[in-house]
């Protein structure tokens, strides 16, 4: 059975960091292209940031400079490094794994940033 894992939301002031983990299972995931998505509330989901399998790295306008995507392919995990956090970074945070026309979703994780 394939899953997606994530963990480490919570709740940090402005300014402060966190990092979130997704772990996978049930799937080859050297060859999986993974991304970060976000919703905040009343809002449509959002790509944030996404590596693929290579390695090659992209972001949304809003979050350069302050995440880094990664990738452990030996601990099947990807995670998303989270600095200099704002409010407007409050939402939940899933992980999505696609390999051509095949996807899957992690549950997601709440982050909330306190002003």
């Known amino acids: 059975q394939v899953q997606l894992v994530e963990s480490g939301g919570g709740l940090v002031q402005a300014g402060g960091s966190l990092r979130l983990s997704c772990e996978a299972s049930g799937i080859v995931f050297r060859i999986i292209n993974m991304g970060w998505y976000r919703q905040a509330p009343g809002k449509q989901r959002e790509l944030v940031a996404a590596?693929?399998?290579?390695?090659?790295?992209n972001y949304v306008d809003s979050v350069k400079g302050r995440f880094t995507i990664s990738r452990d392919n030996a601990k099947n995990t990807v995670y998303l490094q989270m600095n200099s956090l704002k409010p407007e970074d409050t939402a939940v945070y899933y992980c999505?794994?696609?390999?051509?026309?095949?996807?899957?979703w992690g549950q997601g994780t709440l982050v909330t940033v306190s002003s």
């Open positions: 590596i693929t399998s290579g390695g090659s790295t």
């Open positions: 999505k794994g696609a390999f051509r026309s095949y996807e899957v």
